[in-house]
């Protein structure tokens, strides 16, 4: 890895070592996450690469080697993958739902009922269509929500449980048999959206979505170490996973393990493959992803989709301007509500006084539920990964004291 001097990249260098200072002190020793890793990143160059902790108990330190859960990190590859498909013409942002899925067709929106009795449902004031799944304006939910008899019905049939009952088609079947929390465009709920828009993918393709995101995105982009599923020879590199229970485990601030490393759920390929997210990557590799998406659409060579395709995405699409602070009925997302616009599969900030992160109007990021975050920023030309394995992501602000700082170190 070659890592660029600070001064030539516009860096004040000793501020960037505050990074690494403040995971250790703040993070590492007093035990609430095992391990971190952060790569920063201008025009493609990377200017910090920082590691700390084990990768395993009792382990090695982590390394630019080691694998680490990404989850809804995936989403933005799956919308990637959807606008390849957009750009031959195959299908179409504003497409309704159900002219890829039929299972969509008779969808209503929730009017009563659960548990015991049957929902009641009411049609919807528009289809559902595929701008919806990418902004999560679908009126579908997340079982973990915890906030509506929606919800509840969907913990209740284990539908987004990946080692379950349904494949991806079975998954749009049983999804499509309960009514939608809302009227589709009408609010913003973070939610499985991003899995359905997968099972558009594949219809579209032909192709199974791990097959598609493996030959048509991660050899083109020279990805080697992302899969849904870690190979043989390579799972001695998956990091362990760990999720916060308040009060547990002492010193080490409330961390159980979550998943072995070496005992992985994610050794095995899941039965349903989850576009909203399944997947595994190195913060390398997503440096690559991320340097794809400044660049336009392209990395080596290999162009995904077109410039103006990404300026497209990295708009805010929700409707008539608005933010998360005012459409959002979700009780969670990967996203700070205030001055937060929503793209085609990435949050945007559209206010950075709002936010009261540094920052710059335009840039765009998302996070994954094991505490790991990305941003792009196309003004500044900087692009972050950030690694960890702690469960849920809210559990800590780490994601904004590194923006902090990342955007403290800028000369």
């Not at 957009?86 to 002219?99: L, Q, R």
């Not at 990091?239 to 409330?254: E, H, I, L, Q, R």
């Not at 900030?349 to 990021?365: L, T, W």
Request: contains cysteine; hydrophobic residues 40%; charged residues 20%.
């Amino acid at each position: 890895m070659k890592i660029a001097k600070p001064d030539k990249l516009g860096f004040d260098g000793s501020r960037l070592a505050r990074i690494d200072a403040l995971l250790k002190e703040r993070y590492i020793d007093s035990g609430k996450l095992a391990n971190t890793q952060i790569l920063l990143a201008r025009d493609g160059e990377i200017v910090h690469f920082g590691s700390q902790g084990p990768a395993r108990e009792g382990g090695k330190p982590v390394d630019e080697g080691s694998l680490f859960r990404v989850a809804s990190m995936t989403k933005p590859i799956t919308s990637i993958a959807f606008m390849m498909l957009v750009e031959e013409g195959k299908v179409a942002i504003d497409t309704p739902v159900h002219h890829v899925l039929p299972e969509f067709k008779d969808i209503g929106v929730f009017n009563g009922g659960g548990g015991d009795v049957p929902f009641g449902t009411l049609p919807t004031a528009e289809p559902m269509r595929m701008v919806d799944l990418l902004r999560h304006t679908s009126g579908l939910t997340y079982g973990f929500q915890y906030r509506s008899n929606v919800d509840a019905a969907y913990r209740a049939g284990k539908i987004d449980n990946w080692h379950g009952n349904h494949d991806l088609d079975g998954f749009v079947g049983a999804l499509a048999r309960l009514p939608l929390e809302f009227s589709p465009g009408t609010s913003w709920n973070y939610s499985v959206s991003t899995d359905v828009l997968g099972a558009v993918v594949q219809r579209v393709s032909g192709l199974p979505l791990a097959d598609f995101f493996a030959t048509r995105i991660f050899a083109p982009l020279k990805m080697h170490d992302t899969f849904f599923a870690v190979p043989a020879d390579k799972i001695d590199r998956l990091t362990d996973c760990y999720a916060f229970v308040p009060g547990a485990n002492g010193s080490k601030g409330g961390r159980v393990m979550y998943d072995r490393g070496a005992e992985s759920l994610w050794a095995n390929m899941p039965k349903l493959v989850s576009g909203g997210g399944g997947l595994v990557s190195s913060a390398l590799d997503y440096h690559r992803f991320n340097t794809m998406l400044l660049n336009g659409g392209e990395l080596d060579g290999a162009r995904l989709v077109g410039r103006k395709t990404i300026d497209l995405m990295t708009m805010n699409h929700l409707p008539g301007g608005s933010d998360l602070s005012r459409m959002s009925k979700s009780l969670f997302s990967e996203a700070a509500n205030a001055g937060t616009g929503f793209g085609l599969g990435f949050a945007v900030n559209i206010d950075v006084a709002r936010s009261m992160i540094p920052g710059s109007v335009g840039e765009y990021y998302w996070g994954g539920m094991f505490s790991t975050a990305f941003f792009v920023d196309p003004v500044e030309r900087l692009t972050m990964v950030f690694m960890t394995q702690m469960s849920p992501s809210s559990t800590y602000p780490i994601r904004r004291e590194l923006k902090t700082l990342i955007y403290s170190a800028l000369t």
